[in-house]
């Protein structure tokens, strides 16, 4: 039966193989990366989010917000002709009876006992830009002032409680240690890839037994590290989206590429298992810092 997101899951393995992650991108070439929006003006979240975010800079829209074809038209803004549209992630749960379904998946052996069944589409979605006479409120996009986002940018990440040690030559988190070790800011390049790479550390940090527990073993066996690995730079590149941190592709992590590319092959709905465990690790280190503060970043 053939799968909703194999072309797109095929595309992002083809990315990966490339070392292009598509949730982390070169993006001093494009638009900034912004925190994408649905008609209303509410954000999305997993899986959509890095999506929407990577297909905004990558054809370099300014605006966030992303409208269906329907939504469209209901402001009087028809899709311009000849646009493409961006695919993005419906993912539901329903409870159906035993008896009222007769499909192979395996209940509770309760008769009438509810079962949850998940199912997954696509759909498409255009940016502002690609609409014709849309409303000036979803294209007039005002920039943050540079020294404010800095500044709150910092605040968000340094409101994680984490135990942070400086020094040394090596990022990483020491779970028996409950510690994060990172080097001296001055030893990176740019202070984006110390963020960057603190926000990548602060998302293994989140998922400490104490903490959302974050195992794979059972399900990913040798591959397990890689797949925490692969949670851990989509919830910082989610993460960064919040806080307007531009996605770096740490040298450190490139080795897993591979890897990812292979769980991604052997099991795609890994995809959205990941991006499901980066979102819940996202709003759990977000709720440390003041939410107005977020809010104000994402515009």
Avoid at 58 to 76: D, E, K, M, V
Avoid at 236 to 249: D, T, V
């Amino acid at each position: 039966m053939s799968n909703p997101l194999d072309d797109l899951i095929q595309d992002l393995i083809a990315r990966i193989e490339a070392g292009v992650p598509p949730w982390r991108q070169a993006w001093t070439a494009s638009a900034e990366p912004r925190l994408p929006l649905r008609a209303n003006g509410e954000p999305f979240s997993g899986s959509n989010a890095w999506l929407l975010a990577f297909a905004g800079a990558l054809r370099g829209y300014r605006s966030p917000y992303w409208f269906t074809f329907r939504q469209a038209l209901a402001i009087n803004a028809p899709v311009g002709k000849g646009e493409k549209a961006s695919p993005a992630i419906l993912y539901k749960t329903r409870l159906v009876d035993d008896a009222a379904d007769g499909s192979d998946q395996v209940g509770t052996g309760e008769p009438g006992d509810p079962r949850v069944l998940r199912y997954l589409k696509t759909y498409g979605v255009f940016n502002a830009e690609q609409l014709t006479d849309c409303p000036k409120a979803f294209l007039d996009i005002v920039d943050p002032d540079p020294a404010a986002r800095i500044a709150a940018r910092n605040a968000v990440l340094d409101a994680i409680p984490a135990r942070v040690e400086l020094g040394g030559g090596t990022a990483c988190y020491v779970p028996a240690l409950d510690l994060i070790r990172l080097p001296h800011p001055d030893a990176f390049e740019s202070s984006d890839d110390f963020l960057a790479t603190k926000a990548h550390e602060q998302l293994h940090w989140s998922g400490a037994a104490h903490r959302l527990d974050r195992t794979f073993g059972k399900r990913f066996g040798d591959e397990a590290y890689a797949f925490e690995e692969l949670v851990a730079e989509i919830g910082a590149a989610a993460l960064g989206l919040r806080i307007g941190l531009a996605p770096q592709l740490l040298d450190s992590h490139a080795a897993y590429l591979g890897h990812w590319a292979k769980i991604l092959r052997h099991r795609p709905s890994a995809l959205l298992e990941a991006s499901g465990h980066a979102q819940r690790a996202v709003d759990y280190l977000l709720a440390f810092s003041a939410q107005d503060a977020v809010t104000d970043l994402a515009a």
